[in-house]
């Protein structure tokens, strides 16, 4: 009797099987969500693409009834105003302003909330839990309810219209929100890991240095990056507190170029921006691997 060859030993490969319905369904699920990925990405991207966009073109275009998606007429002219109009606030001192009370606030907050984290969460004392709850509390109350309060504080301290009066106002508004985060993290790390290292024969300070304050160094910068966003964006306190030309933030600073009595230059607004946004971006490329592993860090991996 003589058996007919199999499909497998004809071809040498084996029968294809029929794709099932399941396979069928994830590929059309994955294209669905990539194309809302896409989606949501042009929507996030496209106001920054429209204000340096803007930014490029003179006012006569920027006014017209057609929006022009891509300058016809290129000019940095709008950034020449920016930065060396002498009829307007200087960019320079503005950002020189922005800079040190932004990186003063992010550096003592982390500071004071990496202690505090590390006592709420290694120790148990009493009023913890009211500790945590009032940090809960402060964060629900707006920093505008307290403008009068601050006002007359900094006044009588004489440190209105300086780097550390308006650091101190931010300190103060940001440290809640960086000690709950940072609690996180560190409740994330188990404190196992420093009995083991000081079983091994470090000391509990060297047993933090060298076993946790690694691991917890992808939640400090995490941390430090939502604080300085917070910080450097910031414009009621800072329009109260620095109400000196010469002591203005960036966001103060752009407020400038709208006035009541003439034309708000909008191509001008839109240099500022641009180049308001540039040192967020830039710290953002230097510490986002960092930003990256600190918001995926839930837990210990051994």
């Known amino acids: 009797m003589i058996v007919p060859p199999s499909p497998r030993r004809a071809s040498g490969r084996p029968p294809r099987r029929p794709v099932s319905g399941h396979r069928v369904k994830r590929r059309a699920a994955s294209v669905v969500f990539s194309v809302i990925a896409v989606i949501i990405f042009l929507c996030s991207v496209f106001p920054v693409y429209w204000m340096i966009n803007t930014s490029l073109q003179p006012n006569n275009e920027i006014r017209g009834p057609i929006p022009n998606f891509f300058p016809k007429d290129f000019t940095l002219g709008n950034y020449s105003t920016v930065l060396f109009e002498p009829s307007r606030s200087p960019f320079l001192p503005a950002l020189a302003n922005s800079l040190a009370v932004t ?118 910068v995490a941390t430090g990056v939502f604080g300085f966003i917070q910080a450097w964006n910031e414009f009621v306190l800072a329009l109260v507190v620095m109400s000196r030309p010469a002591s203005q933030t960036l966001p103060v600073w752009l407020r400038t170029f709208q006035q009541a009595n003439t034309t708000t230059d909008w191509a001008a607004i839109m240099a500022g921006s641009t180049l308001m946004a540039i040192p967020v971006v830039v710290f953002f490329l230097i510490v986002q691997g960092r930003m990256t592993s600190g918001l995926m860090s839930g837990a210990v991996k051994g």
């Open 103 to 220: 990186l003063l606030t992010v550096v003592i907050a982390l500071v004071f909330a990496f202690l505090a984290s590390l006592a709420v969460t290694r120790f148990r004392f009493k009023g913890r839990k009211a500790f945590i709850l009032s940090i809960l509390i402060i964060q629900m109350i707006p920093a505008e309810a307290m403008i009068v309060s601050t006002y007359r504080v900094l006044d009588s301290w004489s440190l209105l219209n300086t780097i550390g009066g308006l650091t101190l106002v931010y300190v103060a508004t940001v440290l809640p929100f960086t000690i709950w985060t940072l609690r996180g993290f560190v409740n994330g790390v188990p404190i196992e890991l420093e009995e083991a290292a000081m079983i091994d024969g470090l000391s509990r300070t060297g047993a933090f240095w060298k076993i946790t304050f690694p691991l917890l160094a992808p939640g400090l």
